[in-house]
């Protein structure tokens, strides 16, 4: 059974840096990409981040220059630095791996952040 289990998320104040993490337990064949949404209260899910099976990245324009999507294949992780964050960061943020066999969804992390 495939799990995906976010850690990091927490309080901090604007400026400030938080790193996310996700870990993937279980196999899962033929992942086509894997990625970072967040949703904020009273709006859609939104896609922030996604780093491709070649390693392309793609990022939101609002968070373009401050966070970085990496990727660990032999600890099987995701990461998402987020730096210089700003209280419209604030959200529910999740991580996700699509594949073959279809997406999986991590649980979520919660991110504040205060003016």
């Known amino acids: 059974q495939v799990q995906l289990v976010e850690s990091g998320g927490g309080l901090m104040q604007a400026g400030g840096s938080l790193r996310l993490s996700c870990a993937v337990s279980?196999?899962?064949?033929?992942?086509?990409?894997m990625g970072w949404h967040r949703q904020a209260p009273g709006k859609e899910r939104e896609l922030v981040a996604e780093?491709?099976?070649?390693?392309?990245?793609y990022y939101v324009d609002s968070v373009k220059g401050r966070f970085t999507i990496s990727r660990d294949l032999v600890k099987n992780t995701l990461h998402l630095q987020m730096n210089s964050l700003k209280p419209e960061d604030t959200a529910i943020y999740y991580c996700?791996?699509?594949?073959?066999?279809?997406?999986?969804w991590g649980q979520g992390t919660q991110v504040t952040v205060s003016a």
């Open positions: 780093i491709s099976r070649g390693a392309s990245t």
């Open positions: 996700r791996i699509s594949s073959v066999t279809g997406n999986y």
């Open positions: 279980g196999s899962i064949w033929s992942i086509n990409a």
